[in-house]
């Protein structure tokens, strides 16, 4: 893709107050980013089709925050996916809210294997450590492309057991930009999956930090990346369970690993819950491999029934 449509993608990507058909709109009725930046608010409003009052719309900064983008990619070897490219993954595009654009390092060809998306807390128990690590080295030696957030816990014993395995190939997804690996503490981990021919994946251009509220928006595209999910810990108010509801609203399968029930069972909403609802527990790839063929018994008004009857404990 050449130079001049790499930064008008990536200028209409960083538009968040946009929804991604609203900007394949954009994107359709504009040529270049020089274009884009002429446009008033109210410009791109008929457009879109829609009134919008946002102060998020700088044009001034237009032209040069694309050529600060366009930098970054070229310094960190940073390439893109356009949603409804051939390269973008099928599985995300299904999504309700699939990402327009996502900026990848490494080799986003691993996202056409098998996935399954491991997730917990960031402050497992020693038992809940080792079932993420095992579970997807197991997945891993068996083709499957472990995808996960790179936070500390449980998320890096995810990416450390793909790892492990023979010829295993990992995928982290982060709520900054890829240049910018989040939490820092874990940039060897990153350099790791890189080396292994694994992925690094975000929708937000480089240079962006990781506020708190992309956290959320971040794991719709775990979840929204495989199949199924597996929750090796979800105790209460983890954003393990936010993925889990992602992957429910998503129709995708949703495990919890047999470790996560190890802990107590308080709080209103933990792994308990989701497993007194009909989430299937799992204690191995093989079973999951085998659960995965059953019909799903879980649905998010099932889990939201839970919650009220307080069921799970």
């Not at 930098?71 to 409804?84: E, K, Q, S, V």
């Not at 060809?109 to 402050?123: D, Y």
């Not at 690590?133 to 936070?151: C, I």
């Amino acid at each position: 893709m050449d130079e001049a449509k790499t930064k008008l993608l990536a200028a209409i990507s960083a538009m968040s107050f946009l929804k991604h058909k609203e900007k394949k709109l954009l994107q359709n009725s504009v040529s270049s980013v020089e274009e884009l930046a002429a446009l008033s608010l109210d410009g791109i409003s008929v457009i879109v089709n829609r009134a919008l009052g946002t102060t998020l719309w700088q044009p001034s900064r237009v032209l040069d925050e694309a050529a600060g983008v366009l930098r970054l990619m070229g310094a960190y070897g940073i390439g893109i996916l356009p949603i409804g490219s051939e390269a973008y993954p099928a599985a995300l595009g299904e999504i309700f809210d699939p990402p327009y654009l996502l900026f990848y390092r490494g080799f986003p060809e691993v996202l056409g294997l098998p996935c399954v998306s491991v997730v917990g807390t960031r402050h497992p128990t020693a038992r809940t450590k080792e079932a993420a690590y095992g579970f997807a080295r197991e997945a891993a030696a068996e083709g499957f492309t472990v995808v996960s957030g790179l936070a500390f816990g449980i998320d890096s014993e995810a990416h450390r057991g793909a790892l492990s395995a023979q010829g295993g190939v990992t995928c982290a997804v982060l709520a900054s930009g890829v240049d910018m690996i989040t939490p820092p503490g874990n940039k060897a981990l990153a350099r790791a999956i890189l080396a292994r021919r694994g992925c690094i994946l975000s929708e937000y251009c480089p240079g962006t930090d990781a506020a708190k509220w992309r956290f959320p928006e971040r794991n719709r595209i775990i979840s929204g990346l495989s199949a199924g999910t597996v929750v090796a810990d979800g105790p209460e108010n983890s954003g393990a369970l936010i993925t889990a509801d992602f992957a429910l609203e998503q129709g995708r399968d949703l495990f919890f690993h047999e470790a996560a029930l190890s802990r107590p069972c308080g709080g209103t909403r933990n792994a308990h819950t989701y497993t007194a609802a009909g989430a299937p527990v799992v204690s191995s790839f093989k079973e999951y491999l085998e659960k995965k063929e059953a019909p799903p018994g879980l649905v998010k008004q099932e889990v939201q029934a839970a919650l009220f009857e307080g069921r799970g404990c």
